[in-house]
Every structure is written in structure tokens, then in C-alpha cells.
Nanobody, 124 residues
């Protein structure tokens, strides 16, 4: 099973930027980013389909976040600009992912992989 490792989380001021990385131990065909803020349910943020670069963004991040990939490094990036306090959360990557309408779902149980998460804290 593919292992995923996230990095890049940090404390940043509102309006700042961060780039998260998700490195996979093997080949994947779709990778998504999810986040969970304290006391809230996990939310699908963005995903990318490896074969054709199709992307998805939640409305809450559209225009501010950009997902991209580097196949040679088996790494997917999430560039986050103009960060807001509401973006504070633990960010996870997962594979494979499924988009149903406008809702992004990650894998259940042994049907895929989740990383351990990286904390993004947007605060002044």
C-alpha cells in the first residue's frame, strides 16, 4: 500500500502563503487534500488526477489555493495564498479520492492511504 507523508505546515500570519507537500512511496492516480479544524468535520479541499491533471477545489479555497504535481518526485503540492484564520486546520493528503458532485471523498479503511497530517495555523 502506498505511504503518504505531508510536510510544509507552519504558523503564518493572515494574508500569508504556504506550500504543502505530499510525497507518495509509489504510483498513484489521484491524490486529494483534506483538512480538519478543531471541533469540525473533515473537509475535502482539493484533488488532482494524475493521468490528466484534472483538478478540483472547494469553494472556500477557490482562487487562493493551487494544486500541482511533480511526477518525478511522486509529490503533490498545495500552494496556499492569502491565508485566512478560517484555514487553520490539520491538512491531510489521501489516495485514491472520489469526487461526487461537489464533495470530495477519501479512501475508507484499507482501500487507500492517508498521511499523518501537517498543521497549518493562520494567526496574527
Amino acid at each position: 500500500q502506498v505511504q503518504l507523508v505531508e510536510s510544509g505546515g507552519a504558523l503564518v500570519q493572515p494574508g500569508g502563503s504556504l506550500r504543502l507537500s505530499c510525497t507518495a512511496s509509489g504510483l498513484t492516480y489521484s491524490i486529494g487534500w483534506f483538512r480538519q479544524a478543531p471541533g469540525k468535520e473533515r473537509e475535502g479541499v482539493s484533488c488532482i488526477s494524475i493521468p490528466d491533471d484534472t483538478t478540483y477545489y472547494a469553494d472556500s479555497v477557490k482562487g487562493r489555493f493551487t494544486i500541482s504535481r511533480d511526477n518525478a518526485k511522486n509529490t503533490v503540492y498545495l500552494q496556499m495564498n492569502n491565508l485566512e484564520p478560517e484555514d487553520t486546520a490539520v491538512y491531510y493528503c489521501a489516495t485514491p479520492v472520489t469526487l461526487v458532485g461537489s464533495t470530495l471523498y477519501g479512501p475508507h479503511g484499507d482501500l487507500g492511504s492517508w498521511g499523518k497530517g501537517t498543521l497549518v495555523n493562520v494567526s496574527s
